[in-house]
């Protein structure tokens, strides 16, 4: 997996940041968190195919986390997609989408399902195979939704060495074992995937916190994840107004990665009152609280 910061501002882009827009790519496939005005121009600069995206996850109705959304459906239609498409937000999601293709009778030729979730919302959004996504309030002066993206526990290292003692020709019954199916040998043993597979190793997280100003139900949401994506708005010299437009300062959150004993802070959506060697030296400050911060960039990749 790997993490694609497509947009690093906040309320307004800046010259060299976009406004928020957040790209988790696993397996090929691409889930994007937010999708603020300028997303379509940031996906043609990374190297994240927009032909991929899997879901949309809008965590509040504020226009730099949502403006974007119209236009890149609206190219997905250009270019001929066909794979469904999810978009999951709060409701009002809808409204906005349904004004903003009214004008020119919009049909899409892929499906799209736009699922809204009301005020205080929680729980399980989207449950496949090897990951699932759920959704928590955050504390923002709108209702706003936090996501975390878990993958499921993986099968446990198959053990060479223990299926040679005993025995099992190499070939597919190795296979066979490695998907959780027991074997019978041509003497009659039964072998199960116990006896050749190593315990079960959990999956990778990616939880995504914006807006919020600090809270409880952040660090919840965080509990041991991979890494934490979380909005600076501020720095230091600005915690009044963080708490009263219900943002998070730098140390805010890495008070938030500490206490969820996350592994990782990806520090993001920055005020346009600091330039970039504000923001780095504010990062550097908050790792008194955090140590493994990443202060971020526009089109700055991460490996998970």
């Not at 994007?32 to 879901?55: A, N, P, W, Y």
């Not at 469904?84 to 919009?106: D, K, M, Q, S, Y």
């Not at 928590?136 to 003692?165: M, T, V, Y």
């Not at 890495?254 to 206490?259: F, P, Q, S, Y």
Request: net charge negative.
């Amino acid at each position: 997996m790997r993490i694609v910061l497509l947009g690093t501002s906040s309320a307004v882009p800046t010259l060299t940041r976009g406004l928020s827009s957040t790209a988790l790519v696993r397996e090929g496939d691409v889930f994007l968190f937010d999708c603020g005005e300028g997303t379509q121009l940031q996906l043609m600069r990374s190297t994240v195919k927009r032909s991929r995206i899997h879901s949309i996850f809008i965590g509040h109705l504020h226009g730099d986390h949502l403006y974007g959304i119209a236009g890149l459906l609206s190219t997905l239609h250009l270019d001929g997609r066909e794979t469904p498409l999810n978009v999951f937000g709060p409701e009002g999601l809808r409204i906005f989408l349904n004004a903003a293709f009214r004008t020119n009778e919009l049909q899409f030729d892929f499906k799209l399902t736009v699922r809204e979730f009301p005020r205080g919302f929680r729980g399980r959004v989207l449950d496949e195979d090897e990951f699932y996504v759920e959704a928590l309030p955050l504390d923002h002066s709108i209702f706003c939704l936090g996501w975390r993206f878990q993958e499921k526990p993986k099968p446990g290292i198959f053990n060479l060495e223990k299926a040679e003692a005993l025995g099992i020709p190499r070939g597919p019954l190795y296979g066979t074992l490695q998907h959780g199916e027991s074997i019978t040998l041509a003497d009659g043993r039964l072998i199960t995937p116990d006896m050749v597979m190593g315990p079960p190793r959990p999956g990778k997280s990616v939880v995504y916190c914006l807006d919020t100003q600090f809270s409880e139900r952040s660090i919840q949401l965080a509990d041991k994840c991979s890494v934490l994506v979380h909005e600076t708005t501020f720095g230091p010299d600005a915690v009044d107004m963080a708490r009263e437009r219900k943002h998070s300062t730098m140390e805010d959150a890495a008070r938030v990665a500490k206490e969820a004993g996350a592994e990782t802070l990806i520090a993001t959506h920055f005020s346009s009152r600091y330039d970039g060697r504000q923001i780095v030296q504010i990062g550097d400050d908050a790792r008194q609280v955090f140590e493994r911060i990443t202060v971020g960039r526009d089109l700055l990749e991460i490996e998970i």
